[in-house]
């Protein structure tokens, strides 16, 4: 089956510092790649949706320029928490679709949990 | 706005039973719900898709329906088992984009 992975799995650092994730497909091209920020006990809240080549599109309320998205080729995606603070917080997850059909399987890699100091 | 609830935060049943398994939206009727599975510090794992035009949906000893008249979608585990607890997210899609909204989950326990 599709495999997407994240790395670092985890990440310490220290208030305004920067952050980058990195996320791939590894045995599929993916068309779309979607990062999410889960809290502890709460659901997948969606960042943005992110196209090769292409911006990523933001949810609202969620800061562009905190949260940097490059899609550099089909098979990698990087999200950056620039400037980080204690309420960056967070379980990120991606996660990336191959297809371009309207109930195309999103497969999701396996997090990368970020503590800020 | 269209909320996904899954009313159960947690739910403990023993080996063997039929686990059952809630989502209800509020308002308009997704084009389609999805379950997964999430075990924790992981990513969800994709389990079912079921179309609004569809009543049910089976794979193996999952079943999950789609009822527009309740706007409520079920997850039935059969003959559970201890490898079966998890936590369980519905996701409703069709929203264009092929994004996705999670429901909070519930954490399913299969006791011995």
């Known amino acids: 089956g599709a495999v997407v992975s994240q790395h670092p799995s985890w990440v310490i650092c220290k208030s305004g510092t920067s952050v980058k994730i990195e996320c791939r497909s590894l045995?599929?091209?993916?068309?779309?790649m979607f990062w999410y920020r889960q809290f502890p006990k709460q659901s997948l809240m969606l960042m943005a949706t992110s196209n090769e080549g292409s911006k990523a599109t933001y949810e609202q309320g969620v800061e562009k320029d905190k949260f940097l998205i490059n899609h550099a080729s089909l098979t990698l995606s990087t999200l950056t928490v620039t400037s980080a603070h204690p309420e960056d917080s967070s379980f990120y997850i991606c996660?990336?679709?191959?297809?371009?059909?309207?109930?195309?399987?999103?497969?999701f890699g396996p997090g990368t949990r970020l503590t800020v100091l | 706005s269209q909320k996904i609830e899954q009313n159960s935060e947690a739910l403990n049943i023993q080996e063997g039973k039929t686990a059952t398994l809630t989502c209800n939206y509020t308002n308009y009727s997704p084009a389609y719900l999805q379950w997964y599975r999430q075990d924790p510090g992981r990513g969800p794992v994709f389990l079912l898709l079921?179309?609004?035009?569809?009543k049910e949906k089976r794979k193996e000893r999952l079943k999950v329906t789609f009822d527009t008249t309740l706007k409520q979608s079920l997850f039935h585990i059969t003959a559970s088992q201890p490898a079966d607890s998890a936590t369980y997210l519905c996701?409703?899609?069709?929203?264009?984009?092929?994004?996705?909204?999670f429901g909070t989950g519930t954490q399913l326990k299969v006791e011995l």
């Open positions: 996701a409703q899609g069709g929203g264009g984009g092929n994004k996705l909204t």
């Open positions: 079921i179309r609004e035009n569809e």
């Open positions: 996660s990336a679709i191959s297809g371009t059909g309207v109930t195309d399987t999103q497969y």
């Open positions: 045995d599929f091209q993916a068309t779309t």
